[in-house]
């Protein structure tokens, strides 16, 4: 900002009574005012600009406009001081992130049983990732993660058949007959080995 003095005319009006006459004393003669020019001095002051305001992007989402402006008026010029220089509005470029709502991936392969015998379960997962949410998008609906029962095979089980016609003498300490079947069941669930054994315990 530039400042200066610049010289603004005007009217002094000076009066004079010095001293009022006194004791039948003659009056004063002549004009008791006098006008004369005179000049008051003012500053120049050059204009400045305010801070830009900015208007809201033209879209909501992806790319758009947005537009800027300001005044000269901070402070305005006065008493023939310069304009601000430059332009009081401008366009600049703005840009919202479009919303993507998310979808799942695929599934993956089925991972190993939790049991190498019997019944167990075995899990799948997928993601949310095809494409991914993005901004207010929505997420994938439904559950990450997928279970399933499986058996990868029959347990081994020791069964004893008593042979014995009472049950009394089968369960007692003497001598007893039983037959232990080793049931691994194969494919087809058929008996693989069939022993027979005596104990006297």
Request: proline share 6%; aromatic share 4%; glycine share 12%.
């Amino acid at each position: 900002m530039e400042t200066g003095i610049i010289g603004l005319t005007g009217a002094i009006v000076p009066s004079r009574a010095n001293p009022k006459p006194l004791n039948g004393g003659k009056d004063c003669t002549g004009s008791s005012t006098n006008i004369m020019s005179c000049t008051q001095p003012v500053c120049i002051i050059d204009g400045g600009w305010t801070s830009w305001a900015s208007s809201a992007c033209s879209v909501t989402c992806g790319e758009g406009t947005l537009t800027k402006t300001r005044t000269c008026t901070n402070p305005a010029p006065q008493n023939g001081g310069k304009a601000c220089a430059g332009n009081d509005t401008v366009i600049d470029k703005c840009s919202h992130v479009c919303p993507v709502d998310g979808n799942w991936g695929s599934w993956t392969s089925w991972g190993t049983c939790t049991v190498t015998c019997g019944s167990g379960e075995e899990i799948r997962t997928r993601k949310c990732d095809n494409p991914a949410p993005v901004g207010t998008g929505a997420h994938c609906a439904g559950p990450p993660a997928d279970v399933r029962h499986c058996v990868p095979r029959d347990c081994p089980i020791d069964i004893v058949y008593c042979l014995s016609k009472s049950m009394i003498n089968c369960n007692g300490r003497d001598g007893r007959d039983r037959r232990v079947v080793d049931e691994k069941a194969g494919e087809k669930g058929h008996f693989q080995a069939i022993q027979l054994i005596t104990s006297h315990s």
